[in-house]
T-cell receptor, first 109, second 115 residues
Framework: GQNIDQPTEMTATEGAIVQINCTYQ??????LFWYQQHAGEAPTFLSY??LDGLEEKGRFSSFLSRSKGYSYLLLKELQMKDSASYLC??????????WGAGTKLIIKP | IAGITQAPTSQILAAGRRMTLRCTQD?????MYWYRQDLGLGLRLIHY???????GKGEVPDGYSVSRANTDDFPLTLASAVPSQTSVYFC??????????????FGPGTRLTVL
């Protein structure tokens, strides 16, 4: 079967750095996405990785290792507005997204 | 309209009733999707459409039907609602169904409660 694993919840301090991990087992791989979802709102796109390595976009970076079936999202200089759920999703061999359950990130002052 | 709209925003429905959730996009995207999101579970694909006139079944299609008569609209129908269909429903769209950084854009969601 297909499976995406992420921690359920993480807590971090404002101004700090946090890394959210995602491991996956899917039928085929056509890229990995990270989305942000604030409570009561729709998911919004953060990043996309298809090749191994780090993609940096401002305070957010995403890393991929295809051989390990592993990705992480790195958030730097945390702000209170970063309190949200972070969803990992893999595009499978049918080009459909398989979603993890999401990691709820709580930022404390 | 900018992006994707969904209606209604929320609905309480008696079991056994028929309900259609509406979704409209103005981005001329070819592909559209319906997901349900339940606490502790990832987004689960109900149905999708790669282009107008075609539809396909996702991971959890039972009890739901869709149609794609044109590019912009992708309604989701519950023929006879059951309590297990209580969920938040998201409609999404993307330019195409293919490899590459083709992100999905999401509507604001419909919160459905079936009693």
């Amino acid at each position: 079967g297909q499976n995406i694993d992420q921690p359920t919840e993480m807590t971090a301090t404002e101004g700090a750095i946090v890394q959210i991990n995602c491991t996956y087992q899917t039928s085929g791989f056509n890229g990995l996405f990270w989305y942000q979802q604030h409570a009561g709102e729709a998911p919004t796109f953060l990043s996309y990785n298809v090749l191994d390595g780090l993609e940096e976009k401002g305070r957010f970076s995403s890393f991929l290792s295809r051989s390990k079936g592993y990705s992480y999202l790195l958030l730097k200089e945390l702000q209170m507005k970063d309190s949200a759920s972070y969803l990992c999703a893999v595009k499978d061999s049918n080009y459909q997204l398989i979603w993890g359950a999401g990691t709820k990130l709580i930022i404390k002052p | 309209i900018a992006g994707i709209t969904q209606a209604p925003t929320s609905q309480i429905l008696a079991a056994g009733r028929r309900m259609t959730l509406r979704c409209t996009q103005d981005m001329r995207h070819n592909a559209m999707y319906w997901y349900r999101q339940d606490l502790g579970l990832g987004l689960r694909l109900i149905h999708y459409s790669n282009t107008a006139g075609t539809t396909g079944k996702g991971e959890v299609p039972d009890g739901y039907s869709v149609s794609r008569a044109n590019t912009d609209d992708f309604p989701l129908t519950l023929a006879s609602a059951v309590p297990s269909q209580t969920s938040v429903y998201f409609c999404a769209s993307s330019e195409s169904v293919a490899g590459g950084p083709d992100e999905q854009f999401f509507g604001p969601g419909t919160r459905l409660t079936v009693l």
